[in-house]
């Protein structure tokens, strides 16, 4: 079990303080893996005992084997296609080798680790929703926009919700009395303030929460009813590849879709027939 996943089994047993430093942790790995206790304790802004008592919270002997046990971590991904640092401009064969290598072994990686009755409790809840509302900013609004359009093409009463602040009209945060509502918020580094505003605002009302994120203990999944991870590939240097998180919500649709099969091919067939009258697409 690598320092994440005891993180994640013992995070709700421990201490603000303890917590305070695992949250570093978990946002700073590499920095954490070189630094001195003191040098961590002044980042957190707690003291040298409450960085050394984390250890023994997380069943290491002491804070030395713990670091010891992260290195090895770390070395161990790092033997993964992982790294890009060291490709010069003109390799770009080689990036592109290792680009969609990493990519490959992340989808390997959400294959074997995917909660699949989780999966099936997120088909299930947004196939019973009465209302289901998409959101994910930064890196992640492209696949939260895709996931928009695609449940747009399997049921009704969905909405893309591109801003809580200025780009959407007010009542789209709003619902129904009675109405089971689903917010699915997308959460990926670097992690967006607005989205956990968005959640705030779901849970004042009432309505579910179903996250997609990288880990359990990002800022938004701590809130969520229903929490599915997935990594995503940040090898490169500029963009982040979202193909994993992709994959993801392509299962969830795909669910929703087999689960409902002849009313969605209705609705597929309508919405085609449109498309076809109207010549929206050239071929």
Same mark, same amino acid.
């Given at each position: 079990?690598? %320092?994440?996943?005891?993180?994640?089994?013992? @995070?709700?047993?421990?201490?603000?303080? +303890?917590?305070?430093?695992?949250?570093?942790?978990?946002?700073?790995?590499?920095?954490?893996?070189?630094?001195?206790?003191?040098?961590?304790?002044?980042?957190?802004?707690?003291?040298?005992?409450?960085? $050394?008592?984390?250890?023994?919270?997380?069943?290491?002997?002491?804070?030395?084997?713990? *670091?010891?046990?992260?290195?090895? *971590?770390?070395?161990?991904?790092?033997?993964?296609?992982? *790294?890009?640092?060291?490709?010069?401009?003109?390799?770009?064969?080689?990036?592109?080798?290792?680009?969609?290598?990493?990519? %490959? /072994?992340?989808?390997?990686?959400?294959?074997?680790?995917?909660?699949?009755?989780?999966?099936?409790?997120?088909?299930?809840?947004? !196939?019973?929703?009465?209302?289901?509302?998409? !959101?994910?900013?930064?890196?992640?609004?492209?696949?939260? +926009?895709?996931? @928009?359009?695609?449940?747009?093409? %399997?049921?009704?009463?969905?909405?893309?919700?591109?801003?809580?602040?200025?780009?959407? !009209?007010?009542?789209?945060?709003?619902?129904?009395?009675?109405?089971?509502? $689903?917010?699915?918020?997308?959460?990926?580094?670097?992690?967006?303030?607005?989205?956990?505003?968005?959640?705030?605002?779901?849970?004042?009302?009432?309505?579910?929460? %179903?996250?997609?994120?990288?880990?359990?203990?990002?800022?938004? !999944?701590?809130?969520?009813?229903?929490?599915?991870?997935?990594? $995503?590939?940040?090898?490169?240097?500029?963009?982040?590849?979202?193909?994993?998180? +992709?994959?993801?919500?392509?299962?969830?649709?795909?669910?929703?879709? /087999?689960?409902?099969?002849?009313?969605?091919?209705?609705?597929?067939?309508?919405?085609?027939?449109?498309?076809?009258?109207?010549?929206?697409?050239?071929?």
């Amino acid at each position: 079990m690598n %320092i994440q996943d005891l993180i994640l089994k013992y @995070y709700n047993d421990l201490s603000k303080g +303890h917590r305070k430093v695992a949250d570093y942790l978990l946002e700073n790995t590499l920095e954490f893996s070189v630094s001195t206790v003191e040098e961590i304790a002044k980042e957190v802004s707690t003291s040298k005992a409450t960085v $050394i008592r984390l250890s023994y919270a997380l069943g290491f002997g002491s804070f030395s084997s713990m *670091q010891k046990s992260l290195k090895a *971590q770390l070395l161990n991904e790092d033997e993964s296609p992982r *790294q890009t640092e060291n490709i010069t401009d003109d390799d770009v064969n080689n990036l592109l080798s290792l680009t969609l290598n990493r990519d %490959i /072994f992340i989808l390997e990686k959400l294959k074997e680790n995917l909660d699949i009755n989780r999966l099936n409790d997120v088909i299930k809840e947004l !196939a019973d929703a009465d209302e289901i509302k998409i !959101a994910g900013y930064g890196a992640s609004f492209s696949a939260a +926009h895709w996931f @928009y359009t695609k449940l747009s093409m %399997i049921r009704e009463d969905v909405t893309l919700l591109s801003s809580i602040i200025s780009l959407n !009209a007010p009542g789209d945060v709003l619902s129904r009395e009675k109405d089971k509502v $689903i917010y699915v918020l997308l959460s990926f580094p670097s992690y967006m303030s607005e989205t956990l505003k968005l959640a705030n605002i779901a849970k004042e009302k009432g309505a579910k929460i %179903i996250v997609i994120s990288d880990r359990l203990l990002s800022p938004v !999944a701590r809130i969520a009813d229903i929490c599915l991870t997935t990594d $995503i590939n940040v090898s490169s240097v500029n963009l982040v590849s979202m193909s994993s998180v +992709h994959s993801l919500l392509n299962l969830i649709a795909t669910g929703m879709e /087999f689960d409902n099969k002849e009313v969605v091919t209705e609705r597929l067939r309508k919405i085609n027939e449109i498309y076809s009258k109207n010549e929206y697409f050239l071929e």
